[in-house]
């Protein structure tokens, strides 16, 4: 591990879901006004009983997506509300974000760059849900990082602070030396825990703002 106490960063670690597409919380606000749902009661079933709820045993792989479907949609009734799980998967083929591409790709030029994302197993969900088009372009985006730590396969899921150390150990850079993109604040505090400077991205433009003032390159075109 590079252990160097100089300030300046040596890598730029970043969420996929909510950073690199746009946040698949805006789809759920959707369905749920389509399905006559309380606002932000799907982002609330995913808050409740975090680490061994549905989709965390999603995200880990402990289940299959039929599995899945079925653990959810108990989990909605016994909060009082139907839902289609099936739906909920779709919601989260996101839209990718241009300028956050360009951010990564000219980050990429100055730092080590990997990805630490909490999914699903290839060819099931949100991908298979994507124009072949789209499926491509985000193939495309993912071969921008050197690494790409998967819930998915390694059996651990953010918030879990090994799965941060392990994108850490991959890139030989100390926590000290990483800065960390998320848009969800509760991924956002490990990282903080260890070291890591951090970004909580809800508007990308601003997000890209702050990024460029800790790596001091620019990152727009």
């Known amino acids: 591990m590079i252990t160097s106490h100089a300030n300046s960063p040596l890598a730029v670690l970043w969420d996929f879901g909510g950073v690199i597409l746009t946040s698949p919380f805006e789809a759920f606000r959707r369905y749920e006004r389509e399905a006559g749902l309380p606002e932000d009661f799907i982002r609330g079933l995913n808050a ?49 974000r241009p300028q956050m591409v360009e951010a990564l790709r000219r980050c990429k030029a100055a730092f080590r760059v990997a990805c630490i994302t909490n999914n699903m197993k290839h060819g099931e969900g949100p991908g298979m849900a994507r124009s072949a088009d789209k499926a491509a372009a985000v193939a495309e985006i993912m071969t921008l990082f050197e690494y790409v730590v998967e819930s998915s396969k390694l059996g651990w899921r953010k918030p879990d602070p090994r799965i941060y150390r392990h994108a850490c ?18 991924n956002l505090k490990p990282a903080r825990a260890m070291g890591m400077r951090t970004i909580k991205v809800g508007d990308p433009d601003t997000a890209i703002a702050e990024l460029e003032a800790m790596v001091g390159i620019p990152l727009r075109g």
């Open 48 to 96: 409740r009983n975090a680490d061994a709820n549905a989709w965390a045993k999603m995200e880990r792989s402990e289940v299959s997506l039929d599995e899945f479907v079925a653990l959810f949609e108990s989990e909605a009734l016994a909060r009082g509300h139907k839902l289609d799980g099936w739906r909920v998967l779709q919601a989260l083929s996101g839209d990718i």
């Open 169 to 186: 150990e991959l890139l030989s850079v100390a926590p000290e030396r990483c800065i960390y993109l998320d848009d969800l604040g509760v």
